[in-house]
C-alpha cells in the first residue's frame, strides 16, 4: 500500500502534512483528511489490482525513493499512514529498522517527528524513548550525540534544580537547534515560575529577540502573552510568533483577536498584524485576572485531564506537547515514588 500512497495520493499527503503542522487546524479536521485519503487509496489499490493489505513498509523500496527525486515529506507522510493501520509492535520494528540505516537517518527523523503528531500519538510515546526523539529533532546526524544527562533533566520535572544545570540543558537544547520545537516545550513545562523566569532572563543575553520569544511562549504562562505582542513589531518572524501564542492559548485566543485577524496575521499580512496586536492590547484587561494565572497548552490547563472531543479539538502540534507532558510528568511521579518507597 506505500507505492499506492506515493505513487498515487502525492497531493493528500502534502495536505495533511501541512496541515498538521498548522496551529489553526484542528485534531480532527486532520483525522477527517485521514479518513478520506485511506478510503481513496483503498478505491485506487482495488481499481489497479494491487493487494489490498498493510504491511511494515519495506525498507528496499523506502531506499529507491529516497534516492529518487521524491520528496521526503511525502515519504515520510506515506509511510505514517500505512502505520496508522498497524500494530504498534511492528512499527517500532519500522522505527527501529529506519534507525540502524545510517542512509535512511533522514526519514527516520521525519517519522518520529510525524509520529508525535498524530491522533493517538500518546501510545507510541510511551514506547519511543526521549534520546531517540532528542535524535530526530535535533540538527545532528549522530544518534549518540545527546549527553544522556541532559535527556534526563529535560522531563525530570525538579522544582529545586539548581539553575547553573537548567542553563546546562537549555544550552544543549540551543546548540541542537531545538530553541523552538517539542523537547525545549517539554523541559519548559517542567519549570516552575521562578525557573523559567531565570531561564528566560539567561536566554535575553545569549539568543535574539525571535528565540527569547519563542522560549517565553514556550513555557505556557499566559501572563507573558501581552509582552510578546508588545515585541512583535521587533522581530524577524512574526508568523512564529502568532503561532506560538495560538498553540498557547488554543480557541481562547478568540477572545482577544478576531479569528480572521489571526489568520491572516499568521499568514504575515502587514495589516493583519497591526490590526492583531491593537485588538489584543484593547481586549486583554477584559481578561486579565481570568487568564494571567493560568498555565496553557493549546488553551487547556496542563494539570487537566482531557477527553477524546477536547484533544481533537486542538491543533497537531498542541497535542503533541500536551501527551509529551502529560506522559513524562507521570514517569517523573513515579520515579519519585519509588525514591521514596
Not at 499512514?81 to 498497524?86: K, T
Request: with cysteine; proline share 3%.
Amino acid at each position: 500500500m506505500l507505492s499506492t500512497y506515493i505513487c498515487n495520493h502525492q497531493a493528500q499527503l502534502l495536505c495533511i502534512s501541512k496541515a498538521q503542522c498548522c496551529p489553526f487546524t484542528s485534531v480532527g479536521y486532520v483525522k477527517t483528511l485521514k479518513k478520506k485519503l485511506l478510503e481513496t487509496t483503498w478505491l485506487t489499490a482495488k481499481k489497479n489490482n494491487t493487494p489490498q493489505h498493510f504491511t511494515q513498509p519495506d525498507l528496499t523500496l523506502i531506499n529507491t525513493l529516497v534516492t529518487s527525486e521524491q520528496s521526503l515529506d511525502v515519504t515520510a507522510q506515506a509511510c505514517i499512514e500505512v502505520m496508522a493501520n498497524l500494530p504498534q509492535t511492528i512499527n517500532l520494528a519500522f522505527i527501529n529498522s529506519l534507525l540502524n540505516s545510517p542512509s535512511l537517518h533522514d526519514l527516520a527523523k521525519a517519522v518520529i517527528y510525524k509520529v508525535l503528531l498524530q491522533q493517538h500519538s500518546f501510545n507510541l510515546i510511551a514506547l519511543i524513548d526521549l534520546n531517540t526523539i532528542y535524535f530526530a529533532l535535533a540538527n545532528s546526524t549522530e544518534q549518540e550525540a545527546t549527553p544522556a544527562e541532559t535527556v534526563a533533566l529535560i522531563s525530570a520535572f525538579n522544582p529545586n534544580a539548581n539553575i547553573q544545570v537548567l542553563k546546562h540543558v537549555f544550552d544543549e537544547l540551543c546548540k541542537s537547534k531545538l530553541v523552538n520545537s517539542p523537547l525545549m516545550s517539554l523541559f519548559l513545562l517542567s519549570l516552575s515560575w521562578e525557573q523559567v523566569n531565570a531561564l528566560s532572563n539567561y536566554a535575553s543575553n545569549v539568543l535574539t529577540v525571535d528565540e527569547t520569544l519563542h522560549v517565553l511562549l514556550q513555557s505556557g504562562y499566559v501572563k507573558l502573552v501581552p509582552l510578546a505582542c508588545m515585541s512583535l513589531n521587533q522581530v524577524e518572524n512574526p508568523t512564529a510568533i502568532i503561532a506560538l501564542i495560538r498553540r498557547m492559548l488554543g480557541d481562547k485566543l478568540d477572545l482577544l483577536v478576531s479569528y480572521d485577524i489571526q489568520v491572516n496575521a499568521f499568514n504575515a499580512e502587514q495589516q493583519a498584524l497591526v490590526a492583531f496586536k491593537q485588538q489584543l492590547q484593547q481586549n486583554w484587561p477584559k481578561y486579565e485576572e481570568e487568564l494571567c494565572l493560568q498555565r496553557f497548552v493549546g488553551g487547556k490547563s496542563l494539570n487537566k485531564r482531557l477527553n477524546a472531543i477536547e484533544m481533537s479539538a486542538m491543533d497537531c502540534y498542541s497535542q503533541a506537547i500536551f501527551n509529551l507532558y502529560t506522559y513524562y510528568k507521570s514517569m517523573a511521579k513515579n520515579v519519585k515514588a519509588e525514591a521514596q518507597a
